[in-house]
Antibody
Framework: QSQLQESGPGLVKPSETLSLTCTVS??????????WAWIRQPPGKGLEWIGS???????YYSPSLKSRVTMNVDTSKNLFSLRLRSVTAADTAVYYC??????????????WGQGTLVTVSS | DIQMTQSPSSLSASVGDRVTITCRAS??????LNWYQQIPGKAPKLLIS???VLQSGVPSRFSGRGSGTDFTLTISSLQPEDFASYHC??????????FGQGTKLEIK
């Protein structure tokens, strides 16, 4: 089972860019068996799917965030990243990275990072 | 995109109670529906996949039913460790999936 770990600043100023990295250990990302996703959870609220990326770099972004999101993957370093531009207070949330089944366990998020709280504030 | 409506948003119950949480999809998602449990401060944990398949290690008091647009998660006899939040997730549009808004299960 892969282990995932988010890293990045915990505080971002309004209008700036949120940047997070997810490092994957315990298995290679270079497989078609999984996608790699970013999911967030505002304080006291539900889970929101931000987007997913394949090992080849194909991206799938939520329509509501598509204009501000970029995801990248680096299989040589076994990590993937999230950039969210022009942030506001509404982007304050715990951000999770997760492994998502692409074949046998279709869509199942079977491994998660611990989550990292990102606060948008001046 | 597919909207998932989960109800209730919060629920108070007692140890030993039977509780049911409902998740409704805005269109037919067949059985592409998973349920997760989330303890405060922790990442979600998969309980049930494909609407009704109990994950290894998950107690049998948890069960899932449904297909198409209407789904339920039932806990037959609540235990103290079950008081948590529960989330449904549709995966018909994998890898661009959506969650319900969550249900917080609290002790009465």
């Amino acid at each position: 089972q892969s282990q995932l770990q988010e890293s990045g600043p915990g505080l971002v100023k309004p209008s700036e860019t949120l940047s997070l990295t997810c490092t994957v250990s315990g298995g290679s990302m270079n497989t078609s068996s999984y996608y790699w996703a970013w999911i967030r959870q505002p304080p006291g609220k539900g889970l929101e799917w931000i987007g997913s990326i394949s090992y080849t770099g194909t991206t799938y972004y939520s329509p509501s965030l598509k204009s501000r999101v970029t995801m990248n993957v680096d299989t040589s370093k076994n990590l993937f990243s999230l950039r969210l531009r022009s942030v506001t207070a509404a982007d304050t949330a715990v951000y999770y990275c997760a492994r998502v089944g692409a074949s046998l366990f279709w869509g199942v998020c079977d491994s998660w990072g611990q989550g990292t709280l990102v606060t948008v504030s001046s | 995109d597919i909207q998932m409506t989960q109800s209730p948003s919060s629920l108070s119950a007692s140890v030993g109670d039977r509780v049911t949480i409902t998740c409704r999809a805005s269109q037919n998602i067949y059985s592409y529906l998973n349920w997760y449990q989330q303890i405060p401060g922790k990442a979600p944990k998969l309980l049930i996949s494909a609407a009704s398949v109990l994950q290894s290690g998950v107690p049998s008091r948890f069960s899932g039913r449904g297909s198409g647009t209407d789904f339920t998660l039932t806990i037959s006899s609540l235990q103290p460790e079950d008081f948590a939040s529960y989330h449904c997730q549709q995966t018909y549009t994998n890898p661009l999936n959506t969650f319900g808004q969550g249900t917080k299960l609290e002790i009465k």
